[in-house]
T-cell receptor, first 116, second 111 residues
Framework: NAGVTQTPKFRVLKTGQSMTLLCAQD?????MYWYRQDPGMGLRLIHY???????AKGEVPDGYNVSRLKKQNFLLGLESAAPSQTSVYFC???????????????FGEGSRLTVL | KQEVTQIPAALSVPEGENLVLNCSFT??????LQWFRQDPGKGLTSLLL?????REQTSGRLNASLDKSSGRSTLYIAASQPGDSATYLC??????????FGSGTKLNVKP
């Protein structure tokens, strides 16, 4: 089972460059999320989506954009990368349950980004 | 802001020992609580999900309990093994789809 797949797994950028991280899930989940994980900071929510065509800001959205054109894909973009965006990025997904609450959260393996 | 606290931050035990990891949260109005395992350089793997109406969940040597009124959850690991060494995180869900994570407990099980 593929579950949640992230590409690329590693990337090195120079300051000011742009890139897109792709997240794909094959579980037909409604909810998708992008987190970043930094030492001493834990997991912080960047953006999330509650369904195809929707996006919303999380805790640390500045410097990032997202799109969810298809239910199975959630893209995270960095328009002008900064060294402060050096981090490990995780995509996650969960299904909608009755009452609107989220079901179990599933994570991808992560994408390690370094901005020089 | 919702706060999730995990104590201890790190734990080292000899193989075979039973152990308890703690997770506390400030608001008892949760929808569910989930425990994860994270190995170095890897993503988070779901271990157990406890719905707000449940008091505990079991999977193999793992047992997670939930006490909403006191804002606490515990993850019990029986007969620990070196392969259990990892960081364990808890996450609580409020407002439908907002997950709040603890900072994790780093477990080292010594052979």
């Amino acid at each position: 089972n593929a579950g949640v797949t992230q590409t690329p797994k590693f990337r090195v950028l120079k300051t000011g460059q742009s890139m897109t991280l792709l997240c794909a899930q094959d579980m037909n989940h409604e909810y998708m999320y992008w987190y970043r994980q930094d030492p001493g900071m834990g997991l912080r929510l960047i953006h999330y989506s509650v369904g195809e065509g929707t996006t919303a800001k999380g805790e640390v959205p500045d410097g990032y954009n997202v799109s969810r054109l298809k239910k199975q894909n959630f893209l995270l973009g960095l328009e002008s990368a900064a060294p402060s965006q050096t981090s490990v990025y995780f995509c996650a997904s969960s299904r909608w349950t009755s009452g609107g609450a989220s079901g179990e959260l599933f994570f991808g393996e992560g994408s390690r980004l370094t901005v020089l | 802001k919702q706060e999730v606290t995990q104590i201890p931050a790190a734990l080292s035990v000899p193989e075979g020992e039973n152990l308890v990891l703690n997770c506390s949260f400030t608001d008892s109005a949760i929808y569910n609580l989930q425990w994860f395992r994270q190995d170095p350089g890897k993503g988070l793997t779901s271990l157990l999900l406890i719905q707000s109406s449940q008091r505990e969940q079991t999977s193999g040597r793992l047992n997670a309990s939930l006490d909403k009124s006191s804002g606490r959850s515990t993850l019990y690991i029986a007969a620990s093994q070196p392969g259990d060494s990892a960081t364990y995180l808890c996450a609580v869900v409020y407002n439908f789809n907002k997950f709040y994570f603890g900072s994790g407990t780093k477990l080292n099980v010594k052979p």
